[in-house]
């Protein structure tokens, strides 16, 4: 028989401190189970809130400027700690998500902006 334990409860004072599913470290999020998703998960939604930024910029910036845009701050956001993509207890299902916001970002900055601009470049 296995038996079940009761979560760790801290006080201090009157205020109970309870445990958390994750805890961020230097910007990471690590889990029990040490799986990445909280961390992938975050980064997706963080990334594509950014994407959608991005878009709405294109309409003012020309594409140089959009690709310094997306350098500094969506590719800073992206590859922080860069590593984990690479550790092997990564998902390829996790991988393949962080790879679709890299290129999903360059879509946003190299496609044509206009029907004009596209006929040109296939002309």
């Known amino acids: 028989m296995v038996r ?3 979560p760790l409860v801290l006080q201090i004072g009157d205020v109970q401190i309870l445990p958390s599913p994750t805890m961020k470290v230097l910007g990471f999020l690590f889990d029990a189970e040490m799986s990445w998703s909280h961390q992938v ?3 997706v939604q963080k990334c594509n809130r ?3 930024g991005l878009r709405h910029l294109k309409k003012y910036l020309d594409q140089k400027r959009m690709s310094q845009v997306m350098a500094s701050f969506y590719f800073s956001v992206l590859y922080y700690g860069a590593e984990i993509f690479h550790h092997r207890h990564l998902s390829f299902a996790f991988k393949q998500r962080l790879r679709s ?4 970002a360059l879509k946003v900055v190299y496609s044509p902006r206009t029907r004009d601009e596209l006929d040109r470049i296939s002309n």
């Open 41 to 43: 998960n975050n980064l």
């Open 50 to 52: 950014m994407l959608h």
């Open 101 to 104: 916001l890299h290129y999903q």
């Open 4 to 6: 079940e334990q009761s």
